[in-house]
T-cell receptor, first 110, second 116 residues
Framework: GQSLEQPSEVTAVEGAIVQINCTYQ??????LSWYQQHDGGAPTFLSY????GLEETGRFSSFLSRSDSYGYLLLQELQMKDSASYFC???????????FGTGTQLKVEL | GAVVSQHPSWVICKSGTSVKIECRSL??????MFWYRQFPKQSLMLMAT?????????EQGVEKDKFLINHASLTLSTLTVTSAHPEDSSFYIC????????????FGSGTRLTVV
């Protein structure tokens, strides 16, 4: 089956850097995406990795290692508004449907 | 960018009644839409894939007779929760893939269903 595992919770202070890991097991690989979701809201797209390496988008970066079936989301210069749930996600079922990871709740403290 | 509109944003219904949730792609055509369910503090779980003009494909363990999906046009998919029970109370989210984007899945704003 498909599985994407993440730590359940991460806490960091404002201004710090935090890394959220994702290890996956999927049949077929079509890339790894990251989404942010605030309480009661819809997931919003953050980043995508189709190939190994680092993708940078402002304060957010995402890394992928296909040989290790592993990726991470890096958030820099943390702000209070970054407190949210973060999900890795991968297309499965032949690349058509999106399966989400277990999710990580990030708490940013003063 | 691609926009998906979902409504209602919240609904309260009595046990035994049915509730319909709509999901529309506003500026693109979506031959495929997806329906997710999310319980508090949990991840999004895919319920079914909605295919325009054909039957939906349900994930294992999802009752197709309880969660009726209709995708009658390229811009509209509906999810009807039939004979709702309190355990169906959840956050339901639809998604569509904009084929113009390489990897973009756009999500609706979600529907909070409470069955009393």
């Amino acid at each position: 089956g498909q599985s994407l595992e993440q730590p359940s919770e991460v806490t960091a202070v404002e201004g710090a850097i935090v890394q959220i890991n994702c290890t996956y097991q999927t049949s077929g690989f079509y890339g790894l995406s990251w989404y942010q979701q605030h309480d009661g809201g819809a997931p919003t797209f953050l980043s995508y990795n189709g190939l190994d390496g680092l993708e940078e988008t402002g304060r957010f970066s995402s890394f992928l290692s296909r040989s290790d079936s592993y990726g991470y989301l890096l958030l820099q210069e943390l702000q209070m508004k970054d407190s949210a749930s973060y999900f890795c996600a991968a297309p499965t079922g032949g690349g058509n449907k999106l399966t989400f990871g277990t999710g990580t709740q990030l708490k940013v403290e003063l | 960018g691609a926009v998906v509109s979902q409504h209602p944003s919240w609904v309260i219904c009595k046990s035994g009644t049915s509730v319909k949730i709509e999901c529309r792609s506003l500026d693109f055509q979506a031959t495929t839409m997806f329906w997710y369910r999310q319980f508090p503090k949990q991840s999004l779980m895919l319920m079914a894939t909605s295919n325009e003009g054909s039957k939906a494909t349900y994930e294992q363990g999802v009752e197709k007779d309880k969660f009726l999906i209709n995708h009658a046009s390229l811009t509209l998919s509906t999810l009807t929760v039939t004979s709702a029970h309190p355990e169906d109370s959840s956050f339901y989210i639809c998604s569509a893939r904009d084929d113009r984007a390489n990897y973009g899945y756009t999500f609706g704003s979600g529907t909070r269903l409470t069955v009393v």
